[in-house]
Structure formats: C-alpha cells, structure tokens
C-alpha cells in the first residue's frame, strides 16, 4: 500500500511511500463523521401548500411556481450590506441545484446524484448521502435541479431512471422504484414534487425511440410503488393520436419533462410542460409542421392521485427548430381569474385559464423572427421558409434553440403583479439532417449554430419585468453577460439573480436598478434561494457552468468562465 501507518509505535503518523499517489490518497483519506437530525420536524402537507415564511420546501418555494419569498430583513434599503456567511465546496458538473431549506437545515443536492444535509447558519455538514449510479446513464453534466421534501423523507430523481426515498434525520436510503431503463437513454434532470401526497415526477432522454415513450408518473411516498403512469405522447386508440400523421408509436420521440412541475390545491390539478416533438426538425422525423405531435410542446393538466389527463393547452403545433415551451409554470389569480403563466424558448409570455385550459393572452418579449402571431387566438404560424424547409436546408430563428427563455426560471411578486423573467437574446441557424428512423433511432437531427441577435452583441442577457394584468413590459435590464441563474424576489423589494460574468445581483423590483453585486469563483447557475435560520436572513445562489460553456466560451471570449468552481455561496447582512 502507498498510505502506511505504524499503529503500535506512532497511532498518529503517516508515510506515503509512492508520491505520485498522495493526491488520490489525500482525497480518500478518512472519512467524516455523520450526524443526525434528532429534532428534525415533518413537513405536512399544509405546509408545503403554505411554507412557513423562512423555510424553502419546495423547488420555487411555493407549488405555484413563484419563486417568492415574504421576507423583508433584507431590503432594498439594507442590501448592499451583504457579506459572504458561508461557502460550500461542490461535485463537478452541471450545477442546476435548489437547496431546499427546513428549521434551519439545508438540504443541498450536488452533481452526481449527491445530497448533503447542512447547518444553514454555519455551513457545517451534518450528513451526506450519495447514490450509485451507472456512468452511463448521467447526462449533460448531470444537472439535478430540485429535489422533493414531504413529512420526513426527500425524494430524488436519479441519473438510471429511479426514484429514490431518503430519511431526511440521517440521510439513510428508504426505498427505490424504477422508472425505466437508461440504457433506453432515460434520465432525469429535474426532480418530483409532492402534490396531495403522492410523489409526481416527469423524465427525460426521449429523443431516442422506444415502446414506452416519455410519460409522467405518480409514487406512494411510502413504498415507492408506483400507482399511475401517463404518456406524454398520444396514445393509440385516442383522438390526438392522428396528429403524428403516419409515424408508428414506436418511432415518436420528445415530449420529455425538463422541468417539475407545479400544484394548485384549490383545483387539486398539477401542471407539467412538455418538449418538442424529436427529432428537432420536423423534415428529420418524416412529418411537416402540420402534423401537430399532441402532446408535444404542451401544458398538461392532471388528477395527482390518479393522473387522468383533464386538459392540454398545445402552445406549438409541429415544433420544428427545439423551440420547446417546456418550463415552468406560474399560477397566478389575476383580477379575480385563476390563471397560469409560462414562456418557451421563443420568449412568448402565455397567459391561461388554469381551471380550464382556455386561451387569454399572450406577449411576444422579445424581437423573435420565427412566427406570425395571432394575439386575438393565441395561434403561431411558422415563417414559409422555416415551415417548407427540408433535409439540409438552413434557416436563421431568433430567438435560437438556447433561448429566449431557458431553465433559468422567473420570479413571480403576486403583490406587484410583476413578473421578473430573464431571457437570452440569441439567434440560431438551424439544418435539418437525415436521421435513422429505424427501431432505436432517434436523436436531434440537426446541425446548429448561435450567436447574438444583431445589434444585441453587447446586450445578450436581458431581464423584464412584465405586469401580468396588462401584458406589458415595465422595465428591461440588458447587459452583455447571460443571466444562468433563475430568479428569487422578496418582499423586502429586491429581487436576486447571477449572470456568466460570476456576478450575484440585487436589483430593486419596482425599477430595476442595482442595488448590490459580488463576484463568485465561477458562473452563478442553478436556482437562488432566501431562508431564515437563528433569526437572521441568508440569499443562497450555486455556482458552476455546465453545458452552456460549450455556448458560452465560443461567443463570449472576453468573459472569464471558468470550467470548474462548483459551489454553494450564502450571504447575509454584516453587523
């Protein structure tokens, strides 16, 4: 062995006697003693329906997908005060996470299917936990964005197409159920949410064909068993199954769920939004933008204990250039109608009855050059070239196939009735491609390349804040760095978000100014977080580029974006 120890003559001593090993040695040395939660307190489901004012128990905080936080120690008037409290070290990859935070325990899901539970006051480790997964099966960088947290257990979607149960006191496994097979390219990049009890959760890795197709599935939270499945495609034998033309089940591909979903208790219906049709370009999968591939690029509503289909809103028909509508969900009540918000990767602001699925409103956010919009019915009809485009024609979309809007979700301040969404100005030149269409094919199926909106080279990141009862813009931030984080905003008037540029920032919520930025190691990413723990309160924001840097590095060379530097940073006022 390369680590030797002389237990009888020095208990204390250590001799490396292979120095090219002492790094790997170093890393693997010793290991940390776990804790428990011993007075760790369940959460109920009336909580998660109304957290508490200083936890963070669900992936937007509240399942109506708001991302909003009631706190108001820090304010606009005391932000810049913020000073680093704690850091925490993370696994390389793709850093998406939202910590989730309970009584002062931070829960904190790393690259590589890892969760720790931490002080969130100090930053100490109290347990760590880390599933075994087949390296095959991690998928771009291996983002986890959100886990799931019900009475005292969490629940993790997991890079092989499980999900998995973890009792919340000690960080121990209680149960596994598997969703389907990753070597079929099933995965997960976002997690479950608990809606009246049962944990609800999509996948990914549908652009490969297979039998089963995408689908959306419901588990007991106490056995794991799983208690219902619903297909994300249509399925023979229904009327929207015709709207895949002449294209077999088996060689349907898409409609995955990158994103958790969100619940209204009050109609007791869960919402999830799906992906484009695959592959990318409707030419590469044998159909034509007529075929509209239900229920594709959709917003599905659903029983959550039994997954019944109530209703679907198909946002666009034939999707063919990755312009997927299928982020998150924001219920609102708006001058007295139940409404849901949403925007795709077009940057178009959809506006919907969320009882009944109906049409009301849209806004284009930005110069997008893709459609003409029909704003009186909500109908998209795709530019001619873009629509009668064949195997190795090119086409320029603005936004392109990053966005417009992308994961890095809104923030929805209810009492302004202002939305705060950040957006990529980019454009694409799209190619379709020649893909197998045969048993297990499948992929994208095209050739892509982006760069800047004309006259948007030093403007790229942009951030809006639209009034949802109007449909208009109030103000707009444009910089030259992306915005790669999602958005929080509090009542204390200040909403949080990072960009590429390792910048965290403040802005003030009625007009966007900025109130306060810091540097980071590396770019934010993920979801930032607001908490309370032993009174005071702490912004949390991850950090560490993913994929995006394949983007990033090429068209923003004078930007500094390190490969590396994953981590969780928390900030609170100085005395």
Not at 314 to 320: K, S
Request: overall charge negative.
């Amino acid at each position: 062995s390369d680590l030797q120890t002389d237990g009888e003559e020095a208990p204390n001593a250590v001799e490396f006697s292979g120095a090219e090993s002492v790094m790997d040695l170093a890393r693997n040395a010793g290991a940390y003693n776990m804790r428990s939660i011993d007075d760790f307190r369940t959460v109920t489901t009336e909580e998660l329906n109304n957290p508490p004012q200083g936890d963070w128990l669900n992936w937007r905080r509240t399942l109506d997908g708001h991302s909003h936080s009631p706190l108001t120690q820090i304010s606009a008037e005391n932000v810049a005060r913020l000073g680093m409290a704690w850091s925490m070290a993370m696994d390389r990859g793709s850093n998406q996470p939202t910590p989730l935070v309970r009584d002062g325990v931070m829960f904190l899901t790393h690259p590589n299917n890892k969760i720790q539970a931490i002080d969130a006051a100090t930053g100490d480790l109290i347990w760590e936990y880390q599933y075994v997964f087949p390296p095959a099966s991690r998928m771009l960088g291996g983002p986890t964005r959100n886990i799931a947290l019900w009475q005292d257990r969490l629940f993790l979607a997991t890079y092989d197409a499980a999900i998995v149960a973890i009792d919340a006191r000690t960080g121990k496994q209680l149960w596994r159920s598997q969703k389907a097979d990753y070597q079929e390219a099933f995965t997960h990049s976002a997690g479950p949410i608990v809606a009246n009890g049962i944990v609800i959760s999509g996948i990914n890795g549908c652009e490969l064909f297979t039998e089963a197709g995408c689908f959306i599935t419901g588990h007991d939270p106490d056995t794991g068993q799983e208690l219902w499945r619903t297909s994300t495609l249509a399925l023979p034998g229904t009327p929207e199954y015709a709207t895949w033309g002449d294209i077999d089940p088996d060689r349907r591909g898409g409609g995955d769920v990158w994103i958790a979903g969100s619940y209204d208790p009050s109609s007791d219906l869960i919402y999830f939004g799906t992906s484009q049709p695959k592959p990318w370009a409707a030419p590469s999968r044998g159909m034509s933008v007529d075929d509209a591939a239900l229920f594709t690029n959709s917003t599905l509503a659903l029983r959550p204990e039994t997954g019944e289909l109530v209703w679907h809103f198909q946002h666009v028909p034939g999707e063919t250039i990755d312009m997927e509508v299928g982020f998150e969900r924001i219920l609102a009540d708006i001058d007295g109608t139940p409404v849901l918000l949403t925007v795709g990767k077009d940057g178009i602001l959809w506006k919907l009855n969320r009882e009944t699925g109906e049409y009301i409103d849209l806004l284009d956010t930005m110069s997008q050059t893709i459609f003409t919009v029909d704003r009186d019915t909500g109908t998209l009809t795709y530019r001619e070239d873009i629509a009668t485009a064949g195997i190795g024609d090119t086409y320029t979309a603005c936004p392109g196939i990053y966005g417009g809007h992308n994961w890095q979700a809104a923030t929805y301040d209810a009492s302004r009735h202002l939305l705060f969404l950040p957006v990529h100005q980019l454009c694409s030149d799209m190619t379709p491609r020649e893909v197998d269409l045969g048993p297990g094919g499948g992929g994208y199926g095209a050739d892509v390349a982006t760069y800047p909106m004309p006259d948007k080279e030093n403007q790229a990141g942009a951030l809006l804040a639209i009034d949802v009862r109007t449909m208009e813009i109030k103000w707009r931030v444009e910089q030259k760095a992306l915005f790669l984080s999602g958005a929080v905003s509090t009542d204390g008037g200040v909403l949080f978000i990072g960009d590429l540029d390792r910048r965290f920032q403040a802005l003030e919520t009625e007009t966007g100014r900025l109130l306060w930025s810091t540097r980071l190691p590396a770019p934010a990413h993920g979801y930032p977080i607001t908490y309370t723990a032993q009174g005071k309160q702490y912004v949390a924001i991850p950090a560490g580029i993913g994929v995006f840097r394949a983007l990033t590095a090429v068209i923003f060379p004078d930007i500094y974006q390190p490969p590396d530097g994953q981590g969780l940073f928390v900030f609170t006022l100085s005395d």
